[in-house]
């Protein structure tokens, strides 16, 4: 079973307009959420991250938004550029629970498109 | 510093063969972890050490698969009688134990490995 579930395998966005990629979880035991992004050929990137006990974090363009109830969370990016074209993951660990591996979801591309 | 390094970066193996993978982790990370990633998939989880002790190892660690991280620095990741259905890449990610960014992993750029 996916306990953390990407369901767009794919987006495209033009530059300069927001990018808005989406994450579903159904483990209740997770506490930590992390964005990472990969290119190709190399390993993932960490982008940015959110604990369970807020709903929002912002790093420059980036911003996750968690909706505990809901068991879900996004990513924003505004404005987008071409050089956010890559494959996004979301994951998440259960870190209260001692369990500090992270679950990853299949991924997202997004594309950027000049 | 210059992140987490892995070598080799590509391996290509005959089935049957055994092959060995290293991983450095960021110089003051005392977190190692060990992913495998295949094509379509995001990265999974195979085992994670803090310093020198080996603390959760995924049921995709098969009997053939063992790591070490002597003395809490580098890893190694070996592959005994290797299948065709250990080709991926394997990642390694390092962390610090304590602090507000101790959850967050750094990855390495993978080793990918052919089995043919």
């Known amino acids: 079973d996916q306990q953390v579930k990407q369901n767009s395998p794919s987006l495209s966005v033009q530059e300069g307009r927001i990018s808005i990629l989406n994450c579903d979880y159904t483990n209740s035991m997770f506490d930590y959420f ?33 909706n505990k109830s809901a068991k879900h969370l996004s990513l924003h990016i505004v404005p987008s550029q071409p050089g956010d074209s890559a494959v996004y993951f979301c994951a998440a660990s259960a870190n209260g629970a001692g369990s500090y591996q992270l679950t990853f979801g299949k991924g997202t591309k997004l594309s950027v498109i000049p | 510093d210059t992140g987490v390094s892995q070598d080799p970066r590509h ?76 080709s991926a890449m394997y990642l390694c990610a390092s962390s610090l134990a304590a602090g507000g960014t101790s959850y967050e992993q750094y990855f390495g750029p993978g080793t990918r490995l052919t089995v043919t």
């Open chain 2, 11 to 86: 391996k290509i193996t005959k089935r049957g063969q055994n092959v060995t993978f290293r991983c450095d982790p960021i110089s003051e990370h005392n977190r190692l972890y060990w992913y495998r990633q295949t094509l379509g998939q995001g990265p999974e989880f195979l085992t994670y050490f803090q310093n020198e002790a080996q603390l959760e190892k995924s049921r995709l660690l098969s009997d053939r698969f063992s790591a070490e991280r002597p003395k809490g620095s580098f890893s190694t990741l070996e592959i005994q009688r290797t299948e065709q259905g250990d």
């Open chain 1, 34 to 66: 992390l964005w990472y992004k990969k290119y190709p050929a190399e390993g993932p990137t960490f982008l940015i991250s959110i604990s369970s006990i807020k709903d929002k974090n912002e790093d420059g363009r980036f911003t996750v938004f968690l």
